[in-house]
């Protein structure tokens, strides 16, 4: 079809249809250089543009980043402030490249807590964005796993208390369907780069079956040669959930 972005042809054999990625590193790597730390975000939002950008060329229908974290409100008020300035500019930059280049953007995480005008910005790049298909990329903004679960669940009793919903009928397909992330796959892959081996609250329903790789790399220093190779790694691993060899 004219006009529509299609998907490169040199896709990955094997390549994770859904990559979650937890940016780590901006400050460490800001700190090496003699830089504030939001130099370092700086540096990373321009990353963002890369990595989503080799998506479609990879294979990767589905990219999920995590921005902002519940937990990061305790950080400094300038870093604080600084990181919501850089989410807006994002958006307001971004939007024609991401309209143009096929891209559906999705924010999950918790929008209250932030000002209304960065969740003006989100709700208008999320409808400039929904007729497109190529590439899902969804911001985590203010999002904690447990908070997810916790406003997730407190819908669900809702729904309970009502009528709507019997208690014999909630199992492990219920849940998910009340959580931001409803109408998204789970994620195949996790990346977190910086070298920290944790979770840190980040998809914790969703990342059950996921796969792991945590890299020594900064985030600013990613590239999509390592990301492309960390998917190719991907397709040859094993995935059992729980059951045996094939
Ligand atoms: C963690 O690194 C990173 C963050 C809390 C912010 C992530 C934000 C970006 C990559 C920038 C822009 C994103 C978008 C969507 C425009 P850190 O600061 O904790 O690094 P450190 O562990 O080295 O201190």
């Given at each position: 079809m004219a006009g529509v972005p299609q998907p490169q042809v040199n896709l990955i054999p094997g390549c994770p249809r859904h990559v979650a990625i937890i940016m780590d590193g901006n400050g460490r790597w800001a700190t090496q250089r003699g830089r504030p730390r939001l130099y370092g975000h700086h540096a990373g939002a321009r990353r963002v543009r890369e990595i989503v950008e080799s998506c479609p060329q990879i294979g990767v229908e589905y990219l999920t980043i995590?921005?902002?974290?519940?937990?990061?409100?305790?950080?400094t008020q300038v870093e604080v402030a600084g990181l919501m300035t850089l989410f807006r500019r994002y958006i307001v930059k971004e939007t024609r490249a991401l309209i143009t280049s096929g891209v559906r953007v999705r924010f999950i995480g918790?929008?209250?807590?932030?000002?209304d005008k960065l969740i003006a910005l989100m709700n208008d790049l999320e409808t400039a964005t929904?007729?497109?298909?190529?590439v899902h990329l969804t911001i985590a903004l203010n999002y904690g796993g447990r908070d997810e679960v916790a406003r997730a669940t407190k819908r669900l009793a809702g729904d309970v208390a009502e009528g709507?919903?019997?208690?014999?009928?909630?199992?492990?397909?219920?849940?998910p369907r009340y959580l931001d992330t409803h109408v998204l796959p789970d994620p195949d892959l996790v990346i977190r780069t910086s070298g920290e081996a944790r979770i840190?609250?980040?998809?914790l329903w969703q990342s059950a079956y996921s796969e792991y790789e945590f890299i020594d790399t900064l985030w600013p220093d990613f590239t999509s040669d390592e990301f492309k190779n960390l998917c190719a790694a991907f397709g040859g691993r094993d995935r059992r959930y729980g059951g045996v060899l094939g």
């Open positions: 995590f921005a902002f974290s519940t937990e990061n409100w305790k950080r918790d929008r209250l807590r932030l000002d929904a007729q497109n298909t190529l709507r919903l019997h208690p014999d009928d909630v199992d492990e397909e219920t849940l840190s609250n980040f998809l």
